[in-house]
C-alpha cells in the first residue's frame, strides 16, 4: 500500500527554466510534509516542509504547494539550475504520536544547462 | 558539525555470513531511523528508536534483521544470515525531539550480497 505516489520517475528541464515535482498521498491524516533531494552517493537532505495548516510555503527558489481536497503536494524550483539534478523524494508524516516518514519513491531531476 | 555518520560505506559479502552496519547519530538527537532503498520500493523505514528504545520495528523485514541502540551515540543493524535479496543501500537518520524536525540522513551503505 503505497501511501505517497511520486508517478514521475524522471524529468528534464531547462536551466533557467521552472521545475515541477508532484507528489500525491493517500492518507487522510498526514498533517505533515517534506521534500528531501539527494545527490548520489549522499544521503537524502531536507529541503523544504509544509504543515497541512497551509497551502504554501516558500524557501527561496523552492515553493512547495498543498492541496489537501486532492490530497496532492508540489514542489516548485525557480529557476532550474545544474546544480538542483538530483533525485526528489516527497513524504508525509504524521506529527501527533509517531515520527515516521512515509516517502515515495523520488524524481529524478535532470536540468539541461 | 559532524552530521550522521553510518559504517562501513560499502560492503560485499557472501550469502549467508552475518552483515553488520553501524550508525553514529548527531549528538543530542533523541530519534534513530533505520531505511533502506531499493529500486523497486524506494525509502522504506525498517525501524525507529526514541531514547535508545525501538519504538516502531514493524518495518523489519523479517527475524534475520535485527537492530539494537545501546546508547545515544551508536546504532547497530544486523542481518543474519544474508541473502542476495538484502543487497540495498541502508540509510541511518536521525532528529531531535519535536514534530517540525527534520531527520538527517548519514550518507548510508551501500551492502551486495553476493
Known amino acids: 500500500d503505497q501511501q505517497v505516489k511520486q508517478n514521475s520517475p524522471s524529468l528534464s528541464v531547462q536551466e533557467g527554466r521552472i521545475s515541477i515535482l508532484n507528489c500525491d498521498y493517500t492518507n487522510s491524516m498526514f498533517d505533515y510534509f517534506l521534500w528531501y533531494k539527494k545527490y548520489p552517493a549522499e544521503g537524502p537532505t531536507f529541503l523544504i516542509s509544509i504543515s497541512s495548516i497551509k497551502d504554501k510555503n516558500e524557501d527561496g527558489r523552492f515553493t512547495v504547494f498543498l492541496n489537501k481536497s486532492a490530497k496532492h503536494l508540489s514542489l516548485h524550483i525557480v529557476p532550474s539550475q545544474p546544480g538542483d539534478s538530483a533525485v526528489y523524494f516527497c513524504a508525509g508524516t504524521l506529527t501527533s504520536g509517531t515520527y515516521k516518514y512515509i516517502f515515495g519513491t523520488g524524481t529524478r531531476l535532470k536540468v539541461l544547462a | 558539525d559532524a552530521g550522521v555518520i553510518q559504517s562501513p560505506r560499502h560492503e560485499v559479502t557472501e550469502m549467508g555470513q552475518e552483515v553488520t552496519l553501524r550508525c553514529k547519530p548527531i549528538?543530542?538527537?533523541?530519534?534513530l531511523f533505520w531505511y533502506r532503498q531499493t529500486m523497486m520500493r524506494g525509502l522504506e523505514l525498517l525501524i525507529y528508536f526514541n531514547n535508545n528504545v525501538p519504538i516502531d520495528d514493524s518495518g523489519m523485514p523479517e527475524d534475520r534483521f535485527s537492530a539494537k541502540m545501546p546508547n545515544a551515540s551508536f546504532s547497530t543493524l544486523k542481518i543474519q544470515p544474508s541473502e542476495p535479496r538484502d543487497s540495498a543501500v541502508y540509510f541511518c537518520?536521525?532528529?531531535?525531539?519535536?514534530?517540525?524536525?527534520?531527520?538527517?540522513f548519514g550518507d548510508g551503505t551501500r551492502l551486495s550480497i553476493l
Open positions: 537518520a536521525s532528529s531531535s525531539w519535536g514534530s517540525n524536525q527534520p531527520q538527517h
Open positions: 549528538s543530542g538527537h533523541d530519534y
